[in-house]
């Protein structure tokens, strides 16, 4: 079965400050995607970027990066340049066929 | 396209009453998700479909709720005899063909 771990249920960043959220999985699959979601605060849940888990180079969406260590199953997030709209829950999802999510961190971004 | 669509946005109900919901999907999306999220947590799955076909259904999935897609368009899910422990958010998700979900904005259930 897959699981996907969070281990920072909240999280804080000073506004323009660089965080790092992260996200561990347990699969026996070797052909899967893994996903960041943001879901502000009473707002839809949209994508924030998106790994293969063939390719090796590490996602990037503009301020949001990922990395992606296969061998370890880790799947870090990291928002540089922090800014108040990034504050919302963020979910990690693994995905082969069925997505599985992650329990969530909720980061506020300080003034 | 504007996205996923979900109707309606907040349905408060008394215990023991059947519910409905509706999601429409972007339109050129094969795949339809269900899930259901309570407070604080992430998404649980529900069930999903491929065009028409119901392929999976998770546990959580009791036999009071159904799920259909009938024209592999517009998906429904409904629940009979609403229980408080159904009290959520439902959310519903589309995917095309790049193993990518995009969220309806959900309907939150009470029920009383």
């Known amino acids: 079965a897959q699981t996907v771990t969070q281990s920072q249920p909240e999280m804080s960043v000073q506004e323009a400050e660089t965080v790092t959220l992260s996200c561990t999985y347990d699969?026996?699959?070797?052909?899967?995607?893994l996903f960041w979601y943001k879901q502000p605060p009473s707002r839809q849940m949209i994508l924030v970027i998106r790994q293969e888990a063939y390719k090796q180079q590490n996602a990037t969406e503009n301020r949001f990066s990922v990395n992606f260590q296969k061998a370890a199953k880790s799947f870090s997030l990291k928002i540089s340049d922090s800014q108040l709209g990034d504050t919302a829950m963020y979910f990690c999802a693994f995905s082969s066929d069925q997505f599985y999510f992650g329990t969530g961190t909720s980061l506020t971004v300080i003034p | 396209d504007t996205g996923v669509s979900q109707d309606p946005r907040h349905k408060i109900t008394k215990r023991g009453q059947n519910v409905t919901f509706r999601c429409d999907p972007i339109?050129?999306?094969?795949?339809l998700y269900w899930y259901r999220q309570t407070l604080g947590q992430g998404p649980e799955f529900l069930t999903y479909?491929?065009?028409?076909?119901?392929?999976?259904k998770s546990r959580l999935l009791s036999d009071r709720f159904s799920a259909e897609r009938p024209k592999g368009s517009f998906s429904t899910l409904e629940i009979q005899r609403t229980e408080q422990g159904d009290s959520a958010m439902y959310l519903c998700?589309?995917?095309?063909?790049?193993?990518?979900?995009?969220f309806g904005p959900g309907t939150r259930l009470t029920v009383l």
């Open positions: 339109s050129e999306h094969n795949r």
């Open positions: 998700a589309s995917s095309g063909s790049y193993n990518e979900q995009f």
């Open positions: 479909f491929q065009n028409e076909a119901q392929l999976e």
């Open positions: 699969t026996s699959e070797n052909n899967y995607y």
